[in-house]
């Protein structure tokens, strides 16, 4: 039987390689061992932020950080404005 818990909220990252890094301190002395419970939201732009950080990892892509690559500024084209 489990002892009684308690309960603390705080805020944190998890990082590409799916470690969570916890914003600050805990008020809590260690080493003990703690339940971890994640609260993350479920929405579509999770799936294409996922998508897009695994594309800027993948090595196909790595010819693009060449500055040889780099063949537009900010000044070609012109802006687009949606006027809908």
């Given at each position: 039987?489990?002892?009684t818990?308690?309960?603390?909220?705080?805020?944190?990252?998890?990082?590409?390689?799916r470690?969570?890094?916890?914003?600050?301190?805990?008020?809590?002395?260690?080493?003990?061992?703690?339940?971890?419970?994640?609260?993350?939201?479920?929405?579509?732009?999770?799936?294409?932020?996922e998508?897009?950080?695994?594309?800027?990892?993948?090595?196909?892509?790595?010819?693009?950080?060449?500055?040889?690559?780099?063949?537009?500024?900010l000044?070609?084209?012109?802006?687009?404005?949606d006027?809908?």
């Open positions: 039987m489990e002892s818990m308690a309960a603390i909220e705080m805020t944190g990252i998890i990082d590409e390689d470690r969570l890094h916890v914003a600050g301190s805990l008020p809590v002395p260690g080493p003990m061992r703690v339940r971890v419970l994640v609260l993350y939201p479920l929405t579509e732009d999770s799936e294409e932020e998508w897009l950080k695994a594309a800027a990892r993948n090595p196909a892509f790595a010819t693009l950080h060449d500055p040889a690559e780099d063949i537009y500024s000044s070609d084209g012109k802006p687009y404005r006027e809908a």
